[in-house]
Structure formats: C-alpha cells, structure tokens
C-alpha cells in the first residue's frame, strides 16, 4: 500500500489586520451607543448596560493580540459590527475560492506539483459560502485540477478529517495526488457585538499538498497514522441553515444564527477529551513523548494548547516544541494548525516525528503523526 505525504503548504493571509486595541475601542462605542439608546430602561432597571470588553482580559484569557480579517471597517464600525464583502456575480470567482488559490499555488510550488497532475481538491473548512456547487469544484475549476472536488465540514477539525480523507484515498490507490484547501471566513459567522466572543476569531486559508510518498520530489512528512473522533456536544454551535425560512422569525436578527459556546465548558471538556486522544494516539503507534520533536495544536487559547501540551510532552514544552501562532492569527479554525505546520516545521530533521492536531466543534479532535524525510 503506498505510503502519503504531506509535500506542500499554503497560507492566504488577509492584509487587513485588527488590534486589540482597536476591535475593544469599536465594541465599546457600540455598548455606549446601544447603553444611550436604553438609557430609560436601564435607568428603570428594566435592562442591564453592555459592560466594555478590555485588551487586558482577551490577552489574558487567551493568548489573542491581533486577527486577519477580510474587512476590518464594517467590524470596527459600531453601527455594523460586521465584515463589510462585496456581491459577487455567478461569473466572477467567489471569494473563498479566490482565497483558495492563492494558498494553493504555494502549496503546489512547495511541492513541486502542478495543478493538472491533481487527483481531487478536499474543501474542508467550519463553513461554506454556498451550499453548492461545491466551493471544491469551483477551486478545482480556478486552478484547473483533475479528477473530482467535494466539500467538508467537521468545524475547527476539517482540516486533519480532510488529511485522513485524502491519505486514505491515497493509501487505497483512488488517486495520486490531493489538495485540501480549508478557507475560513470566521469573521462573517462571528457576532462581534457579544464581548464573550469577539475577540476570538480571524479570517485565512491555509492549503495542502498530499500525494504518495514514492512520488515526492523534495522533503516532505510522511503521514505516519491518522486518528479522528467526535462526540456530539451544543456547547458549540451555530443554528443557520437552510431550513431558516421554513421557521416562524425565521429573519430575526437572532443571536444563535452565528458562532455561540460556553467557553469555559467546552475549555474543561475539550482538554482531557483531546490529551486522552493524542496519548492514545501515540501509544497505539509506539510513540514516546520523548520521540516527538513538535506538535502542531489547534489555535484557540494559549492556556488550553499549555495545558495539552504539558499533558503530551509529560512536562513543559521546550520554546519551539508547541508553537502558536494564536497571537497574530486569533482562531482560525481549521486553518490554525495547519498554519503551524506551515510555519514552523521546516527545521525539522529527516526522522524527526511530529503530532497535528486540532480540535473544536462537533465536538471534534483530529490527530496526525508525521515524519520528517529527505
Ligand atoms: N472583556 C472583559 N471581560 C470579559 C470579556 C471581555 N471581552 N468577555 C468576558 N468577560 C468577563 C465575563 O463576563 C466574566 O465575568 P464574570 O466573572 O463577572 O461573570 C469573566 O470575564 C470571565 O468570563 P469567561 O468565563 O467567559 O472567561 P474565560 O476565562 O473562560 O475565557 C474564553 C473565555 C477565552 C472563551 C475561554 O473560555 C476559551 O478559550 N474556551 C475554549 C473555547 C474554545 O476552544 N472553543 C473552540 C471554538 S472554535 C470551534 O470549535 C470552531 C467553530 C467554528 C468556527 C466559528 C467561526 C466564527
């Protein structure tokens, strides 16, 4: 059975960044200006005022600095508070697809390949701009791959579900050579006038490469094993979908049409149930703490990636051995530990062994174990 690697990666990056600072200034003008117009209920203690959100807490709470988004004026705008992106036409390419290519292009460059010698593009991110066509085809389309292109979603773990998925593939023989691109637009399923959660996410697209080892025309990480799970949970979730309309008020600006989670339940929940996922992981595949050089954890809190870190490595990570990139991107989804990979895995030496994996909604955990060759 052919082994598959990971041989390129990609990250779309958007040019618009927002501050701490500045995404606190804008909720706070939107708390005084909402507090203003309820001033006679709150006067009469028929409403509560909206608190301000601080920079001091959002660090603090998880590790977050700065986020990419698509568009930061209608975020920081207290009479919007949501990204501002243009109508497209049928004609013109949309724009997670858009994003799509950039990333890809360069996961292709890494990796030698060019994009007709693609077997299938995996679109696996929390959201899709469309139910369909699939946003796959029309990146497979943009680029002009071969074979086939389906979307999927397993929120934060689409990325490492669309890795197993394509390595399986790979390993059966059904195709040669697979893109999983996983573009997301947190930003627009985001409320960002709820200061629990406004600090959290970013917008980016990240892009890989696999295709079999034998096949490899550089360095590359073997895909060494693959492990998913999930376990149904409401503690993340978001109601919108297309059974909106059939439903009394179904236009209602209503809070649970976009991302909500009890936080703190899902940070106790999720850390045990992902420790227990990578220890059996490694322990399945003979893997010791002391023979992994580095993971590559999901991006959502500094605190959480510590504690699972301390939990794999059997004491506190080396800098370097657990990297975050948390602070400039905030959660990305399923794009944030693939951005690690990105980042931070090219001074690995061949057989060094590395740990992906991410976690999230669902909910979700996916790991996979590489190794460094060539
Ligand atoms: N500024 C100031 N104070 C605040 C703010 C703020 N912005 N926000 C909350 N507070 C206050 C609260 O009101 C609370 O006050 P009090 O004690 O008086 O009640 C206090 O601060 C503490 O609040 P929390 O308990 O909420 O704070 P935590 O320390 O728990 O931190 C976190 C909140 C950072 C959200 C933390 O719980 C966390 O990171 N949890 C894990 C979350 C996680 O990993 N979720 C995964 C989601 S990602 C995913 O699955 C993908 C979904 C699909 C993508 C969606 C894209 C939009």
Known sequence: MPQAAITGTGVFTPSEVITNDELVAAYNAYADRVNAENAAA?????????????????VQASGIENRFVLDKSGVLDPAVMHPVLRERSNDEPGVMAEMAVVAANQALAQAGVAADEIDAVLCAASNHERPYPAIAVEIQDLL?????????????????????????????????KALVVSPEICSAHLEWRDRDCHFIFGDVCTALVLEREQDASGPHFTVRSTRLATRFSN?????????????????????DMLFVQEGRKVFRQVVPMVSAHILQHMT???ITAAALKRIWLHQANKTMNDF???????????????????QDYANTSSAGSIIAFSRFSNDLAPGDIGLICSFGAGYSVGSVIVERKG
């Open 235 to 255: 503690n993340i979730r978001n109601n919108n979908g297309f059974l909106r309309r059939t439903r009394p008020g179904h236009m209602a600006d209503r809070r």
């Open 144 to 176: 002009g791959t071969g074979g086939f292109g389906f979307d999927m979603n397993v929120a934060c773990s689409s990325a490492t579900f669309g890795i197993q998925t394509a390595a399986d593939m790979i390993r059966a023989g059904s195709l040669r």
């Open 308 to 326: 699972i870190g301390r939990k794999v490595f059997g004491r506190i990570p080396e800098p370097g051995e657990q990297p975050n990139i948390l």
């Open 42 to 58: 709150i006067a009469e203690g028929r409403s509560e005022p909206l608190p301000h959100s601080s920079t001091e807490f959002i």
């Open 284 to 286: 399945d595949e003979g």
